[in-house]
């Protein structure tokens, strides 16, 4: 018999498909178990991957029942006062803590935030909007296009889990969004009765755990997934219930060490593939800090037998799988210099492990690109959103490395103290959804890894983008003035233009040909952060030109400047192709929101970088792309196509392999008693 009742969806991990979810009351820190089986088993994940495209229209079918039957009963408390509002939503308030959010439950509450937020944001949800947070509320992604509103979205299933007594976690992309949509959207949850919390970088224990309290909590992933690993060190593993109980009784002041999260009950991710899919390369690493001085040696020595060693002869350098290969020549030579330096380099594992590591920072790691040099210190870049990552540093060494690669002062390695990826902590969510402009490239992906079905949301009006014919340079230098004259002429014309690039230093390029044409603009990337906002709020400006990484993309919205819409909307300059599709496509996705004209138009090279770190701009496709007409502009968009599924591929593997990984990893701590 199939058990579709509230205990099979917490087992699943989300709300039962005609039912209700409800927050657990007995436990203080609840989370879902780790599945038992092997969740990379090729057959198991294909049979649920395909289970779930079947249950995908059904779901859809259902959702649109539930879409009627909420614009039907918004009719109705749209006649209702003030005071006659307030009272409907006290008297679902207490129905959904009592039964969960039933379909009869988040309908009657979907309609009451709707006219909620009417009354006092001034924003009427649109039936889209709708269909979107219901998916959310029925455990799957909804794939909206950009600009279709999904913070505004995301309030309904938000609202509604809220008011059934269920913490919620909003969780996004950066502080800077967390913040931005917590307080544009307060006043509509304290209308309703809901508190709200913002969690920033920087915020001390007690601080958090207060905020960890309030009903709906905004926090970047980051953040979360920190706090959450910090809780474990404190637990000392997984959390028991007995004794968190027995804790809470000694101090029930919470002054020493109690966790400060109360557990992971619902998770709404907002660009869910770019928390899930594109940062779940990388495991999370919660540490404590070795000694400088030993590690400035150790970095030193990894550079000076690095340097002793010769490529094709030593070693094979891989740059499409971003890795170093010794040869049997280069480890004898190790070998020789090793047992001459005596100590942990007469250790085979650890001097080839070191110099590996020196020839990937030599090699692989460039100043611009993963990291730049601020106030003497190396400092991360987000490649995915082009920010800075202060307080994040590379394990194994790596940082020091690259320290030393730039003659900068040599910091303390970190020791491991917890860890864990992405994909194990939100599976840990009794019930995770999520939405974001571009899902169905990595459907399969979030079905067999996170369970989560991805629902496609219509736009609610017609789409008014333009898509301009891609011009392709044999060169980079060649592109970045076509580019500067391209924004100068369009500037000229009255529209504004946001040129989009990979990388601080091709952003930096892109600013001195626009200088050396005299075309004033504004460069916003990971040096200059702190001028995001009033960078971002001129860019919709007549004639205003601005050049940015991957800060300018997700989440950002570009309104629109007076007159400017009549002149055609803003135009978007894609000048690199980025490992993945969906990068590119929410770049375009500044232009042309909420039916807006606007246009977009890639101007590429053939020394773009995804070629090169593919191997993809080599052989007989890249010497027809090189031809003039429709040929070459054909073999173009086949050849960058084909380097960026290439892209994809290694990413996709390389998730897989750090997946099953810590998997095994969680397994052996487990054994040994010891936190993850």
Do not use: C
């Amino acid at each position: 018999m199939l058990d579709t009742g509230p205990v099979a969806a917490e087992k699943s991990g989300v709300a039962p498909a005609g039912g209700a979810f409800l927050a657990p009351a007995l436990t203080l820190y609840p989370e879902r178990e780790e599945p038992r089986h092997h969740w990379l088993d090729p057959a198991e994940n294909v049979a649920r991957y395909l289970y779930g495209r079947l249950m995908v229209p059904v779901l859809r079918l259902r959702l649109r029942v539930l879409l009627l039957r909420t614009v039907w009963r918004a009719r109705g408390i749209a006649a209702l006062d003030d005071a006659g509002l307030d009272a409907r939503i006290e008297r679902v308030r207490r129905k959904a803590r009592t039964d969960g959010l039933t379909d009869a439950n988040l309908v009657e509450a979907f309609a009451l935030i709707r006219e909620t937020s009417r009354r006092i944001l001034g924003l009427y949800h649109h039936k889209v909007q709708l269909l979107g947070a219901l998916a959310m509320a029925r455990g799957a992604v909804a794939e909206m296009e950009t600009g279709e509103g999904k913070t505004l979205t995301a309030t309904l299933t938000v609202g509604a889990a809220g008011l059934a007594g269920i913490p919620v976690h909003v969780v996004t992309v950066n502080d800077y969004l967390a913040e931005r949509d917590a307080a544009t959207m307060q006043p509509l949850f304290d209308r309703l009765g809901l508190s709200v919390g913002v969690l920033k970088h920087g915020i001390p224990p007690p601080e958090r755990r207060r905020i960890y309290r309030r009903d709906i909590v905004y926090a970047s992933n980051k953040e979360i997934t920190f706090d959450y690993l910090r809780d474990r060190v404190k637990l000392g593993g997984p959390p028991q219930n007995a004794a968190l109980k027995l804790r809470q009784f000694l101090d029930p002041m919470g002054q020493g060490e109690l966790p400060v999260m109360r557990g992971l009950h619902f998770a709404i991710v907002d660009e869910a593939d770019s928390v899930l899919i594109d940062e779940a390369r990388t495991p999370l690493i919660l540490s404590r800090e070795t000694d400088a001085e030993s590690e400035r040696i150790w970095a030193e020595t990894a550079w000076l037998l690095a340097r002793q060693m010769f490529e094709g002869r030593h070693y094979k350098l891989h740059r499409r799988e971003r890795r170093i290969e010794l040869t049997d020549r280069g480890k004898a030579r190790l070998e020789t210099l090793g047992l001459q330096r005596g100590g942990i380099w007469a250790n085979r594992i650890r001097r080839e492990q070191a110099v590996t590591q020196a020839l990937t920072a030599r090699y692989l790691f460039t100043r611009g690109d993963q990291y730049i040099v601020s106030d003497g210190k190396v400092v991360i870049v987000d490649e995915y959103t082009g920010r800075i990552m202060e307080e994040r540093s590379w394990n194994d060494g790596m940082h020091q490395l690259v320290e030393a690669k730039e003659g900068v002062e040599i910091t303390p390695r970190k020791d491991v103290l917890a860890r864990i990826t992405y994909q194990r902590f939100f599976r840990r969510y009794r019930h995770l959804a999520g939405m974001t402009g571009t899902a169905r490239e990595v459907a399969s992906e979030l079905s067999t890894v996170y369970r989560l079905n991805v629902v496609s949301i219509p736009t609610n009006a017609r789409s008014k983008r333009r898509f301009q014919r891609m011009q392709l340079f044999p060169t980079a230098a060649a592109r970045w003035r076509a580019v500067a004259e391209r924004a100068l002429a369009l500037s000229r014309e009255g529209r504004p233009v946001l040129i989009g690039t990979r990388s601080v230093e091709a952003s930096e390029q892109a600013s001195e040909h626009l200088h050396e044409l005299g075309a004033e603009h504004d460069l916003l990337n990971a040096r200059n952060e702190a001028e995001e906002a009033g960078i971002i709020a001129r860019a919709g400006e007549a004639g205003r030109v601005t050049v940015a990484t991957n800060m300018a993309g997700r989440g950002v919205d570009i309104a629109l400047g007076e007159g400017v819409a009549e002149r055609g909307g803003l135009h978007v300059i894609l000048t690199e192709r980025h490992d993945s599709k969906r990068i590119d496509r929410q770049l375009v996705g500044r232009t042309a929101r909420r039916g807006e004209p606007g246009s977009s138009q890639p101007m590429l090279s053939l020394q773009d970088g995804i070629l090169e770190h593919t191997s993809a701009g080599k052989g007989w496709l890249a010497t027809l792309a090189r031809m003039p007409g429709g040929i070459g502009r054909l073999a173009a968009r086949i050849l960058f196509r084909r380097a960026q599924k290439r892209a994809e591929r290694n990413h996709a593997r390389a998730r897989r392999i750090l997946l099953d990984q810590d998997r095994r990893l969680g397994t052996m701590l487990a054994f040994s008693g010891k936190p993850e």
